[in-house]
């Protein structure tokens, strides 16, 4: 079982920036796959960004150039910098970790994942 925990959405103006942290705990041993994904309500989920296990990165089109992944010091902690936000980014935000897959798979799309934090809203005004 992987308990994953999202913090640090909030409200800001367009233009401004947040930063989401990310903990997957469970298997010590192992380092997931994790990535971002946001869902306005009555639409799908979609991704965000994302990394391997092996430190591949992956972004959506639209958030390229201003939303940076990354991972922290502990194993399976994860980070999404955005800046440069823009009111088409307002969503609930959620994070997703599972066991690695194979090299080079998609983790934007989802189905791959079984463990999700509880989200977090990210509102940008305008």
């Known amino acids: 079982q992987v308990h994953v925990v999202e913090s640090g959405g909030g409200s800001v103006q367009a233009g401004g920036s947040l930063l989401l942290s990310c903990e997957a705990s469970?298997?010590?041993?192992?380092?997931?796959?994790m990535a971002w994904f946001r869902q306005d309500p009555g639409k799908e989920r979609k991704g965000v960004a994302s990394?391997?296990?092996?430190?591949?990165?992956q972004y959506a089109e639209s958030v390229k150039g201003r939303f940076t992944v990354s991972r922290g010091n502990a194993k399976n902690s994860l980070y999404l910098q955005m800046d440069r936000l823009k009111p088409e980014d307002t969503a609930m935000y959620y994070c997703?970790?599972?066991?690695?897959?194979?090299?080079?798979?998609?983790?934007?799309?989802?189905?791959?994942?079984?463990?999700w934090g509880q989200g977090t809203q990210i509102t940008v005004s305008s």
């Open positions: 990394i391997s296990h092996d430190g591949r990165t």
């Open positions: 469970g298997d010590t041993d192992v380092i997931y796959d």
């Open positions: 997703a970790a599972d066991f690695p897959l194979a090299p080079g798979a998609n983790l934007l799309v989802t189905g791959w994942s079984r463990y």
